[in-house]
Structures are given as C-alpha cells and as structure tokens.
C-alpha cells in the first residue's frame, strides 16, 4: 500500500532527479511514511519539553535532584571525568599533555576536548541520549562541555558543525544527537550552529565492531562540504569519540574547503591510556 502526500522538495538538491515525475510529489512506502511521522512525533515532544521547561525548575540530569548545572555536584564528583587528556587527540595520559602517538602523526584537527570517558554512568546517558530520544541530556551535557570548553578555550571558534547523519538515518532516528548537543552549546556559548555546511553523502556500516583500519575505510569520502568553511574556525561537534575516524573524515573535509582551524568536541570518549 502506498500513500501518495505532498512534500516540498529543495530544488537545489533535487532539480538534476526529475525522472519523469512532478518535482513536488514522490511516492512514499509506509515505512518512509512511518518514519517522517516520527519525525514529526519527536520534534513535537522535542518542542514541548522545551517550552515546559521554562516553567520548570532545572534538574540533575542523573539524580533529578533541582540543579541548575546540568549534572548536581554530588553526581559530578561521581562521572568518570579524564583527569588527564591529550590536548590533541583526547586520549588519557599518564603524564604530559600531548600523547606518543599525536607527537609522531599529523593531525587534521589542533584540539579534542572531552570532559568524560565512556564508562558508566555517561555511556548509558549517552545510549538514552542518541538512541532513546532522552533529549533533556543534552542540557546537562552541554553544561559540563562547555565548562571544559571555557576552562581551556581563551578564544572560542565562530560556528559548530555537528557531525551529520546520513538522511535515510536522521529520518529514521528523528533527530542528530550531535545537533542538539551543539545547538545547546551554541546558546551557552553564543556560538552559531552551522549544520548545513557538511552532509553525509552515503550510508556507512555501524562503526562498533569494526578495526580501527576498517573504520577509517568504512567512512572514507562519506561526507562533503556543501558550503564553504574557508577562514573560519570550526569546532566539530559529535557524542562519543571512539577511533576518532569519524572526526577525522569530517576534519578532512572541512580542511580540504579551505579551513585550517578546527578543534573537536565531543561528550565522552572510549577509554585507551597512551
Ligand atoms: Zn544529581
Ligand atoms: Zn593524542
């Protein structure tokens, strides 16, 4: 059964595709119509809970105890902060600031900040976060973000680009976590959330059980530049840093349209001492 509706299309994106069929129609399965309604469900839940929330007092985004700081100090003392982190890459260093390995490589980008290691408690907040539509985290995520962000940034980037989903997946998902990560970051920091400059062009393979190598090739040549990032500085926004081959990708792009600043920023990343 198939459901024939309106949707207007960008004919930017779309003028080369006409094949044949009116350009403000396509022909949608239920399963596309399922996704895009929920969409439409999240966004909705999204905005509510966003109005709601002026009316309500702030919360631990743990204990739910009333807190304006994102996470209560109490929980804070509790989160497996990096104590320790290679100002290049992120990785935890026993001692110095920048790791044997970011000493000998060429990097993409000149900064990783990342306050938390993928453990426990974060990496369940962070599975609700991307994947159970738990958007409230974003709050107390982007505070403790942007207090490291603060602590070690005298000079803050002019726009944010959140790691992009591949469409088929952000029509499925509802939502890019790593937008609204960035977009509530944007408002604490007063930084412009710029997430039409990069697109994910193709599907990639789930990068978690794949090596290292593997996952460097799984999402070569996957995003592009569609507008140009040149002489601004950048901070890439994304959730979890594991292999750093997503970041890296991204960090390519954007240096090969011409921006030669960039820092990443992402909540957690996979433990690995250096
Ligand atoms: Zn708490
Ligand atoms: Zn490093």
Partial sequence: ???????????????????????????????????????????????????????????????????DSGFCQQCQDLLPWIENGCRQCGATLVAGDICGRCQNTRSEWQETIVPFHYVEPVATLIHQFKYQEMLSLASPFASMLASAVIKRCPILPDIL???????????????????????ELGKRLEIRVADNIVVKSRQ??????????????????????????????VAVVDDVITSSATVKEVCKTLRMSGCDQLSVWAIAKTTKQE
């Fill in 1 to 67: 059964m198939f459901k024939r509706i309106h949707i207007k299309r960008s004919k930017s994106l779309f003028s080369s595709e006409n094949n044949g069929f009116d350009e403000k129609y396509r022909l949608i399965t239920p399963q596309l119509f399922k996704n895009q309604r929920n969409n439409l469900i999240s966004k909705a839940r999204h905005s509510w809970n966003q109005a709601i929330s002026v009316f309500m007092p702030a919360r631990c985004g743990l204990c739910q105890c009333i807190s």
């Fill in 161 to 183: 680009v959140p790691v992009p989903l591949y469409t088929a997946s952000l029509r499925s998902r509802g939502y890019n976590q790593s937008t609204i990560l960035a977009q």
């Fill in 204 to 233: 990639t393979k789930s990068q978690m059980k794949l090596s290292e190598k593997a996952r460097e090739t799984n999402v070569c040549g996957a995003f592009n530049v569609v507008e140009s990032a040149s002489g601004v500085s």
